[in-house]
C-alpha cells in the first residue's frame, strides 16, 4: 500500500508551490507591464489634424497634415494658390507657392520652416532639381532639413512638383 503523503516529500512539494507562486507572480507583472505599455502606447496619443484656408484643400480623401505628440506631417503641396485655385506652372514660380502652403500649414499648427526636420521633394522633370534647389534655400535659412528628391512619372493635376514635409516641435 502506497502512501498519499509522506514526510520526505515535503521538500519537492515546497519547491512545486515556490515554483507555482513565482510563476503566477510573473504572470501577473507581466500582464501589468502589458497593461501599462497599452495605456502609453494608445491612450497617450495625441492626434490632431490640422486644416488652414490658407493653403488648397486636400484634392483626395486626406488632411493637409496631421499631428501626433508633437510631429507634424504635412501631405504633398503641389503649386495651386489657395486664393484662385490656379496653379503654377512656371518651375520657379510652382517651387515657391508649394512652399508657400508648407508655410501656412506649418504657420496654423504654430510652427516655423525651422521646425522642419524632413522633406521629400517630387518633381515631374528631374533637370528643374537646381532651379527648385534656389527656392528651396529661400525659405530653409537655418539648418536645413533631411531631404530627398525624386522625379515622378506624374504628379496630381499635372504639376511640376509636389513637397511634403515633417516638422517636430
Given at each position: 500500500?502506497?502512501?498519499?503523503?509522506?514526510?520526505?516529500?515535503?521538500?519537492?512539494?515546497?519547491?512545486?508551490?515556490?515554483?507555482?507562486?513565482?510563476?503566477?507572480?510573473?504572470?501577473?507583472?507581466?500582464?501589468?507591464?502589458?497593461?501599462?505599455?497599452?495605456?502609453?502606447?494608445?491612450?497617450?496619443?495625441m492626434k490632431k489634424v490640422i486644416a488652414t484656408?490658407?493653403?488648397?484643400?486636400?484634392?483626395?480623401?486626406?488632411?493637409?497634415?496631421?499631428?501626433?505628440?508633437?510631429?507634424?506631417?504635412?501631405?504633398?503641396?503641389?503649386?495651386?494658390?489657395?486664393a484662385d485655385g490656379q496653379i503654377q506652372d512656371?518651375?520657379?514660380?510652382?517651387?515657391?507657392?508649394?512652399?508657400?502652403?508648407?508655410?501656412?500649414i506649418l504657420k496654423e499648427a504654430g510652427m516655423?520652416?525651422?521646425?522642419?526636420?524632413?522633406?521629400?521633394?517630387?518633381?515631374?522633370?528631374?533637370?528643374?532639381?537646381?532651379?527648385?534647389?534656389?527656392?528651396?534655400?529661400?525659405?530653409?535659412?537655418?539648418?536645413?532639413?533631411?531631404?530627398?528628391?525624386?522625379?515622378?512619372?506624374?504628379?496630381?493635376?499635372?504639376?511640376?512638383?509636389?513637397?511634403?514635409?515633417?516638422?517636430?516641435?
Amino acid at each position: 500500500v502506497k502512501e498519499a503523503w509522506h514526510p520526505a516529500r515535503l521538500p519537492s512539494f515546497l519547491f512545486f508551490c515556490e515554483e507555482l507562486l513565482y510563476l503566477h507572480l510573473r504572470v501577473r507583472v507581466c500582464v501589468r507591464a502589458n497593461l501599462l505599455w497599452n495605456d502609453i502606447k494608445y491612450n497617450d496619443i495625441m492626434k490632431k489634424v490640422i486644416a488652414t484656408v490658407d493653403a488648397p484643400k486636400a484634392v483626395g480623401p486626406y488632411s493637409q497634415a496631421i499631428e501626433v505628440n508633437g510631429t507634424l506631417y504635412i501631405s504633398g503641396q503641389i503649386p495651386v494658390n489657395p486664393a484662385d485655385g490656379q496653379i503654377q506652372d512656371e518651375i520657379t514660380a510652382a517651387a515657391h507657392q508649394s512652399l508657400k502652403n508648407i508655410g501656412a500649414i506649418l504657420k496654423e499648427a504654430g510652427m516655423t520652416y525651422d521646425n522642419v526636420v524632413k522633406t521629400t521633394v517630387l518633381l515631374a522633370d528631374i533637370a528643374d532639381f537646381k532651379a527648385v534647389n534656389e527656392v528651396y534655400a529661400e525659405y530653409f535659412t537655418g539648418d536645413k532639413p533631411a531631404r530627398a528628391c525624386y522625379q515622378a512619372a506624374a504628379l496630381p493635376l499635372g504639376v511640376k512638383v509636389e513637397i511634403e514635409a515633417i516638422a517636430v516641435r
